[in-house]
């Protein structure tokens, strides 16, 4: 190693080692994955300076950017400059307000669907230390609902008849899907999903037609799930009844089909006649035994 290197390898090695010395770390970053609508959800960002640092130029930051948008969308939510006081700034309308807490921690209030999206915290302090997660409101589902029609053919072959089946829910977050299985078998559907109001909640309707030939009674599944979590899907399930047939009869065991009588009929009432008949009957018959006992024994009596 040439003698002008040597100075050169030493300056470098005191600036890594200054680098190093300023580094900063986050010892505690929370941001919950998933928040049903209505709830508060806190989002902490604790950071750690070394024992001989100062906040001198330091600052710190959290961005927001929405579900459905890209980095040009991201906006700056909450910040904290060494000698000011911490300031939130406002996103739009719809997004929920947020209230300052100790140590930077920052509180998403009453949240809605318009509040999913990616969350940053940054921290610096000349160097500077980012970190992000993603965060889901969600709403829970009643339903789906099940609808299902059956669609004449106008031919004269009526084996050849259509089942519609539709599976449909309302106002539900965040991005729905659905599909329809009939009798153990997923269909092709066609789908329908908006957001009518750009408020974050999502209409989705699903259809889908099978041939009813050969069919005596199906089950009809819905299933629903939102592609944003992982989570159980919501199921519903209800029996395809052909016309004329007993939805009953589906479940429960086959019906006796003997008929019993008639709670009125005459064969249930007046049971104390028939009892004093039987008594008077029986009456008689013991009066002729005695008679014909006497009569036959009679000589020897007297």
Same mark, same amino acid.
Not at 86 to 111: A, F, G, Y
Not at 207 to 220: R, Y
Not at 222 to 236: D, G, I, N, P, S
Not at 253 to 276: C, F
């Given at each position: 190693?040439?003698?002008?290197? &040597? ?24 941001? $919950? #994955? ?27 930051? *959290? *961005? ?6 890209? #980095? ?40 809605? $669907? ?9 921290? #610096? ?13 969600? +709403?829970?589902? !009643? ?11 106008? &031919? ?17 977050? $965040?991005?729905?899907?659905? #599909? ?15 957001? +009518? ?17 050969? !069919? ?32 009953? +009869? ?21 049971? +104390? ?21 006497? &009569?036959?024994?009679? $000589?020897?009596?007297?």
């Amino acid at each position: 190693m040439s003698a002008a290197a &040597a100075p050169l390898r030493a300056c470098a090695l005191l600036l890594c080692l200054l680098a190093g010395s300023h580094q900063l770390s986050i010892k505690e970053f929370v941001v $919950p #994955s998933a928040v049903e609508v209505g709830k508060d959800a806190e989002l902490k960002c604790q950071y750690e300076l070394n024992a001989d640092e100062k906040e001198v130029a330091f600052f710190i930051k *959290w *961005w927001w950017t929405p579900e459905s948008g890209s #980095s040009y969308d991201k906006k700056l939510i909450y910040q904290r400059i060494a000698g000011h006081n911490p300031e939130t700034q406002v996103r739009h309308d719809n997004t929920s307000q947020i209230e300052m807490k100790e140590n930077d921690s920052i509180v998403l209030l009453n949240v809605n $669907p318009v509040d999913s999206g990616t969350y940053e915290c940054e921290v #610096s302090n000349i160097d500077e230390i980012r970190k992000h997660e993603k965060l889901i409101v969600y +709403s829970l589902v !009643i339903g789906p609902e099940i609808n299902y029609t059956l669609i004449n053919n106008e &031919a004269e072959d009526k084996n050849d008849d259509m089942l519609l089946i539709e599976c449909q829910t309302e106002d539900i977050a $965040p991005m729905p899907d659905m #599909s329809i299985i009939f009798q153990g078998e997923k269909l092709n559907v066609t789908k329908s999903i908006e957001d +009518s109001d750009n408020d974050g909640f999502y209409n989705i309707h699903a259809n889908a037609t099978v041939s009813t030939t050969d !069919i005596d009674v199906g089950e009809i599944r819905c299933e629903l799930w939102y592609t944003a979590l992982e989570h159980k899907r919501y199921v519903v399930i209800e029996s395809y009844v052909p016309p004329g047939r007993d939805a009953s +009869s589906t479940t429960e065991l086959p019906e006796d089909n003997s008929t019993e009588p008639d709670p009125t009929h005459n064969s249930l009432q007046n049971y +104390s006649d028939d009892g004093i008949r039987l008594l008077c009957s029986w009456t008689l018959v013991s009066f002729a035994t005695v008679v014909a006992y006497l &009569a036959t024994f009679r $000589p020897y009596l007297l």
